[in-house]
């Protein structure tokens, strides 16, 4: 239901989708729901904004004395949502109305895409494939119908171990499934190595060569005990079947490798470390030091759902995240009133890159320039 509302949110639903989020709010508890996400996603717009709440509520009040007739209970089961909401979108009123004056970005030409499902593989003798949305590739014990790639187990291999890579590209996705039904969903500008077949008995062993992935790990008892680990720069993850998230992106110094579900052992440097659920173990690269700390991990493994979640992000922070999906080079001015800033809320990631900067414009005054594939922010 997450994903409907932040459709809602984002101008991209239905008329079948709003008349489910409807019914959903009829029943008890789901309205406070619904109103901490447009909350959290009003956060974001508006936070950094001088607000003025009491003109605002004039606006309200005003809208009520033009139209006494209007009935909320018909679209809100709730007073409490409807009140909330009005109450925003007369914020937003006051706020647009008074800020969006001589604020047309400029705008060359845009070349962005929104981020799809697309990859390569490299094979055990270097010859390498495009996937992708529309391309189907079918092999021995692999298939992939452009979204993900499944490797099927093969039996009676012997002990020599084959190993693929499937690097995704800034502005990709993919999902693989490994010979053992383990999946792992990879973000953009990801690379990992792994073997065509597992021999029954010995160690799972994969290797993140770089940025994100998602591991749901198939458990041990169902792969004769055997124990399962990924390997990253400067540490090695050992799980025996459970759910967790890596980021470990070239050129940025930490590694965070956060538990959705299950336990975790991590050897960092000459320690090990065990972590229970929505705990997160940050690596540091350049003082090889690490903390373990608690976390929102629905923010950790929003892209998984399709969203990007920011919580007190600088601005350098969200432009690298958007870069990376949207495959585009983002520059800020060294003088730009804007780097202090910081956000909080919710996206869609399957909305124009322009969008979400228009939204920071009207609300942060972040003026932008688009051109190609580059994005000027001054």
């Known amino acids: 239901m997450e994903k409907k509302i932040i459709k809602y949110l984002t101008d991209e639903i239905d008329q079948a989708?709003?008349?489910?989020?409807l019914k959903w709010l009829e029943k008890p508890g789901n309205a406070k729901k619904f109103q901490a996400l447009v909350k959290e996603d009003f956060e974001?717009?508006?936070?950094?904004?001088?607000?003025?709440?009491?003109?605002?509520?004039?606006?309200?009040?005003?809208?009520?004395?033009?139209?006494?007739?209007?009935?909320?209970?018909?679209y809100w089961p709730y007073a409490a949502v409807a009140a909330s909401?009005?109450?925003?979108?007369?914020?937003?009123?006051?706020?647009?109305?008074?800020?969006?004056?001589g604020m047309e970005p400029t705008v060359v030409k845009n070349n962005i895409r929104i981020g799809t499902d697309k990859a390569t593989l490299t094979l055990g003798n270097g010859m390498q494939v495009a996937l992708g949305n529309g391309a189907t590739y079918?092999?021995?014990?692999?298939?992939?119908?452009?979204?993900?790639?499944?490797?099927?187990?093969?039996?009676?291999?012997?002990?020599?171990?084959?190993?693929?890579?499937?690097?995704?590209?800034?502005?990709?996705k993919y999902h693989l499934v490994l010979s053992d039904q383990s999946e792992v969903w990879l973000n953009s500008e990801t690379k990992i190595k792994y073997p065509?077949?597992?021999?029954?008995?010995?160690?799972?062993?994969v290797e993140l060569v770089y940025g994100e992935a998602y591991f749901k790990v198939s458990k041990s008892a169902g792969n004769q005990s055997s124990a399962f680990k990924v390997l990253n720069a400067g540490q090695e993850v050992e799980v025996l079947g459970t759910i967790f998230n890596i980021e470990a992106y070239r050129n940025e110094?930490?590694?965070?490798?956060?538990?959705?579900?299950?336990?975790?052992?991590?050897?960092?440097?000459?320690?090990?470390?065990?972590?229970?659920?929505?705990?997160?173990?940050?690596?540091?690269?350049?003082?090889g030091s690490y903390?373990?700390?608690?976390?929102?991990?629905?923010?950790?493994?929003?892209?998984?759902?399709?969203?990007?979640s920011f919580d007190d992000d600088s601005l350098e922070e969200v432009m690298r995240v958007l870069s990376r999906w949207y495959d585009v080079e983002i520059k800020i001015a060294s003088d730009s009133k804007t780097k202090q800033q910081r956000f909080k809320g919710r996206l869609s990631r399957n909305q124009a890159i322009e969008k979400i900067l228009t939204s920071l414009k009207k609300t942060n005054n972040v003026d932008y320039q688009i051109n190609d594939h580059q994005i000027f922010i001054n």
């Open 17 to 21: 989708e709003s008349e489910e989020i």
């Open 44 to 74: 974001f717009n508006y936070s950094l904004t001088a607000i003025d709440e009491e003109a605002a509520l004039e606006q309200v009040k005003r809208k009520l004395r033009e139209n006494k007739k209007t009935t909320f209970q018909m």
């Open 196 to 205: 065509v077949n597992f021999i029954p008995g010995t160690e799972r062993k």
């Open 85 to 101: 909401i009005l109450v925003l979108i007369a914020i937003s009123f006051v706020f647009f109305d008074s800020k969006t004056d």
């Open 291 to 308: 903390a373990v700390q608690e976390v929102n991990v629905d923010k950790e493994i929003a892209w998984i759902n399709g969203e990007f």
């Open 138 to 172: 079918i092999s021995d014990n692999v298939a992939s119908d452009g979204a993900r790639i499944v490797y099927r187990p093969q039996v009676g291999t012997g002990s020599e171990m084959g190993f693929n890579y499937l690097t995704i590209p800034r502005g990709g």
């Open 253 to 287: 110094n930490e590694i965070n490798t956060t538990l959705v579900e299950g336990t975790i052992a991590l050897a960092v440097q000459e320690s090990r470390e065990l972590l229970s659920p929505k705990e997160q173990l940050r690596y540091f690269r350049d003082s």
